[in-house]
């Protein structure tokens, strides 16, 4: 079956760096619109940044600037790469991937996204 694993989640102070990564067996990353999604305690799930089959991005308003979305195909891997972390930007986050047949829709927070991995805990203090 597909799974997705996180890592590179941890501790870090304010202003501080992290790279997750998310690595994928059983899926075909170059067909998968993949996004990061965060959840912080007593809060709602919220989209972080997506990426689809053609290497297009977007970010939520929150970390524009801050936070770099991509993918290796080749690895069938995902990263996000935050820097200037901030004490909000403290959630779980979770990677997840969409199946998508190109030219059909746009890969975007609002996709039917099939799977997700675990999630990998960031705290910023």
């Known amino acids: 079956h597909v799974q997705l694993v996180e890592s590179g989640g941890g501790s870090v102070q304010t202003g501080g760096s992290l790279r997750l990564s998310c690595a994928a067996s059983r899926l075909t990353y170059s067909r998968y619109c993949m996004a990061w999604f965060r959840q912080a305690p007593g809060k709602e799930r919220e989209g972080v940044a997506t990426v689809g089959l053609d290497g297009q991005t977007t970010y939520a308003d929150s970390v524009k600037g801050r936070f770099t979305i991509s993918r290796d195909n080749a690895k069938n891997t995902l990263y996000l790469q935050m820097n200037s972390l901030k004490p909000e930007d403290t959630a779980a986050y979770y990677c997840?991937?969409?199946?998508?047949?190109?030219?059909?829709?746009?890969?975007?927070?609002?996709?039917?996204?099939?799977?997700w991995g675990q999630g990998t805990q960031v705290t910023v203090s």
């Open positions: 997840a991937g969409d199946f998508m047949i190109p030219g059909t829709y746009a890969c975007g927070f609002a996709n039917d996204f099939e799977y």
